[in-house]
């Protein structure tokens, strides 16, 4: 796997910096959506997002909510963070607090249903590794279910598989995972390959 970018969404300079060597030296510059190859879609957001923040920091406007605008700030992040996934490492500053954004992908596959954005597949308890040791809400419980999901995987080479099913307990999961884990990650869902390329 390639090398990832670092990405860094900073609402002082009004853009998604990016990092690069120069003479040896690890330096800054402000991406293009171009290059990161953006949506049209989340492009549109990013630019609302910034021009709300210039219409703050200019008007002292009090219609505009400081906290509510760092939200949205957080889930443009999270959007960046699962659009690029393997391809970069995406933080978000607010304040004088810089944060990481973790994202993890869940996708069937034999003896795998979590990934992470080293392309590894990982267990509940990795994530809390990942995440310094945070603790998640009936782990055990909701691993079960996982193994349990991962399980029915299995079906798919036999030809026995409902895949609306299959795909419908997936996204459940991912629910059930998102809402047990701190806002700065970000959990989606990945059609399995076995789907659209049947045995």
């Known amino acids: ?22 003479n040896g030296k690890p330096l800054w510059r402000l991406a293009s959506y171009e290059e990161l190859e953006l949506p049209e879609a ?10 709300a923040l210039n219409s703050l920091h200019v008007s002292d406007n009090e219609s505009f909510d400081l906290d509510e605008l760092n939200i949205k700030g957080l889930e443009l ?19 004088g ?4 954004i973790y994202g993890y992908m869940i996708m069937g596959e034999m003896c795998a249903s979590v990934w992470d954005d080293e392309d590894s597949s990982c267990a509940l308890a990795d994530i809390e590794d990942d995440l310094n040791g945070f603790k998640i ?15 029915e995987f299995g079906k798919c080479y036999s030809d026995d598989i409902d895949w ?36």
């Open 97 to 100: 607090h810089v944060q990481k």
């Open 137 to 151: 809400e009936d782990c055990e419980s909701l691993q079960k279910q996982f193994d349990q999901w991962e399980n």
């Open 42 to 51: 989340l492009i549109t957001q990013f630019n609302q997002w910034f021009e």
């Open 1 to 22: 796997m390639n090398e990832k970018i670092v990405l860094t969404i900073n609402p002082d300079l009004n853009g998604i910096l990016i990092s690069h060597t120069e």
């Open 164 to 199: 609306d099913s299959f795909n419908e307990e997936g996204k459940v999961l991912v629910d059930e995972l998102q809402k047990r884990l701190p806002e700065y990650c970000v959990v989606f869902y990945n059609h399995a390959y076995e789907e659209s390329h049947p045995q």
């Open 77 to 95: 992040a999270k959007h960046l963070k699962q659009h690029l996934f393997y391809r970069a490492t995406v933080f978000f500053k607010t304040g």
